[in-house]
């Protein structure tokens, strides 16, 4: 196709997601969106991705029983999670507690 020609929208949006860091961004947040899918719906209440760092999912818990207990699915956590990657794959989780203020909005708001 010529660039005098014009392009389809769903082919320009294609080429950017994969090969823009805004659609890698676009790609990863299908976990947050299937995270009761990837989790299962006993885990996922109690656990939430926060963020992708270098190949590592971080997923925030609730306490240290749900810590626990979330540890022995990370392989299957993994898995389930790259089926919604294309470009860089998982290979860790990081499991953090959840903070108190990340739970509750400060006093002032709204």
């Given at each position: 196709m010529?660039?005098?020609?014009?392009?389809?929208i769903s082919e320009i949006l294609k080429e950017l997601k994969a090969t823009t860091d805004l659609g890698q961004r676009l790609e990863e947040a299908e976990i947050w969106e299937h995270w009761e899918e990837i989790a299962g719906p006993e885990f996922a209440p109690h656990a939430a991705p926060v963020a992708i760092r270098e190949g590592t999912l971080v997923i925030a818990v609730d306490s240290p029983v749900w810590m626990h207990k979330i540890s022995y699915k990370k392989s299957e956590?993994?898995?389930?999670?790259n089926k919604f990657l294309s470009r860089e794959k998982l290979s860790e989780i990081f499991l953090a507690l959840r903070s108190e203020a990340d739970e509750k909005p400060p006093e002032n708001s709204l």
């Open positions: 010529s660039r005098d020609e014009p392009q389809d956590i993994i898995d389930k999670s």
